[in-house]
């Protein structure tokens, strides 16, 4: 496993801002999205972390921010941010006009970057400097502690078209592949109701030839998260000079999976498709989670896996600072794991936008729920650090919600606890 380590290195200063030396460093890959897929047997390919070959975002920003209106997983109006990334573009294009060929034809410098390689990650460490204000707990507002030093927010900004080159090994046939080819063409794609209209990769075929770059568009750009407990920079951090580190994590392991389909220019949701072969190629976006810490503090992630569907679990990670005694939850990723028995899809009907927890993991009640882009619960009673069964209010179509409003119960499994700051 990889992940992207943002380094952060406060100074000394007489009054009650701080200079803070920004050290972005290494990256990898995690999950998101539903769609329609097939209910009838087919071929399915998943990866693992060395089967996604390159990954490129045009990353416009990374953030930590103190305040923030939020519209859906949208946002505005920030405050009191820090800025870990800031593309050097010079002329950006429009976000709402950015189409998939523009994006194929774009090699400007600091646009793209690949966040498998060691290339693209150099890009990253660009050392910055910025003055950050700090204050302290100013009292309560409507029962809720206003913090004018915390930080309660982690954004990435991007632009929707991406760029991947990745094998999915075939379920159940060793040494074969679906590979992602050169785009041919682009069809138009959904418009969703109240987003932007996208279109779908038409490209060559997955089954023979040798593995290209595709470059393909999601429905959004960005990804936010909202830390269950703010963190805060105080003026005693200043004083000792404290070093803070920002650790932007996902999990590259089954980021994506590939699967014949009936028609893949018909699916509603199919970003990429190969017509030659029916082949949907199923890409999520990254959503890369911050999670900030101090000297001698690491972070960490719980990890279960839930029983989905025939032949497949659903991965949960939850990940936390273990400097946190309450260890609240700050990045969440979730991905379909197959066995080798699998031969139908399984598109995701688990939202992780947002996240809220009842009880404790100290008294050994923590109860989380992951919640959609309204705040509706979509998987609700996860008991952390222990087996159990959560009920999933079906929010989305699929392979196990056949109707939108039912309830259905899934066992899962803790797996256990693990290291994933590596200093």
Not at 127 to 141: A, I, N, Q, S
Not at 184 to 194: A, F, H, N, Q, V
């Amino acid at each position: 496993m990889r992940w992207l380590l943002l380094g952060v290195l406060l100074c000394g200063c007489s009054d009650s801002s701080a200079k803070i030396r920004l050290v972005p460093n290494i990256v990898a890959g995690a999950q998101a999205g539903e769609g329609d897929t097939p209910t009838s047997e087919s071929r399915i390919g998943s990866g693992l972390a060395v089967n996604l070959k390159s990954l490129k975002y045009y990353v416009t920003s990374i953030q930590l921010c103190r305040e923030a209106q939020l519209a859906g997983t949208g946002f505005s109006a920030t405050e009191g941010c820090i800025g870990l990334y800031e593309s050097d573009s010079r002329d950006p294009p429009d976000y709402n006009e950015y189409t998939i060929e523009e994006a194929q034809a774009d090699d400007a410098p600091g646009h793209y970057i690949d966040l498998m390689t060691a290339d693209g990650q150099a890009a990253l460490r660009r050392p910055v400097t910025l003055e950050v204000e700090v204050g302290k707990e100013t009292g309560v507002d409507g029962g809720a502690p206003q913090y004018e030093g915390a930080y309660k927010y982690g954004m990435i900004n991007f632009y929707r078209p991406i760029k991947v080159t990745a094998e999915f090994p075939i379920i159940g046939e060793p040494d074969k592949y679906f590979r992602t080819r050169a785009l041919e063409r682009i069809e138009p794609g959904p418009t969703l109701e109240g987003g932007f209209n996208s279109e779908k990769a038409v490209i060559g075929d997955t089954l023979s030839g040798p593995t290209e770059e595709t470059t393909y568009m999601l429905n959004n750009g960005g990804a936010l998260f909202v830390f269950q407990k703010p963190f805060v920079i105080t003026q005693a951090d200043i004083d000792a000079q404290t070093e803070i580190k920002v650790d932007l994590v996902f999990n590259p392991d089954n980021f994506g999976q590939a699967y014949e389909s009936h028609n893949c220019l018909n699916e509603q949701y199919s970003a990429i498709c190969d017509p030659l072969n029916n082949v949907v190629i199923d890409m999520p976006f990254v959503r890369m989670n911050p999670v900030p810490r101090k000297n001698g503090e690491k972070t960490r992630k719980e990890t279960y896996l839930m029983d989905y569907a025939e032949h497949s679990k659903l991965r949960i990670e939850l990940y936390y600072n273990d400097g946190d005694t309450e260890a609240g939850i700050q990045g969440i990723d979730t991905a379909v794991i197959y066995d080798e028995d699998a031969t139908v899809p399984n598109n995701k009907v688990i939202a992780a936008d947002f996240v809220s927890q009842n009880g404790s993991v100290n008294s050994n009640d923590a109860s989380v729920t992951l919640m959609d882009y309204r705040h509706t619960p979509n998987l609700q009673g996860l008991l952390r650090r222990q087996d159990g069964t959560v009920s999933i209010h079906c929010l989305f179509p699929g392979t196990i919600c056949q109707n939108v409003g039912t309830t259905v119960s899934r066992a899962y499994k803790y797996v256990g606890d693990s290291m994933v700051s590596t200093d």
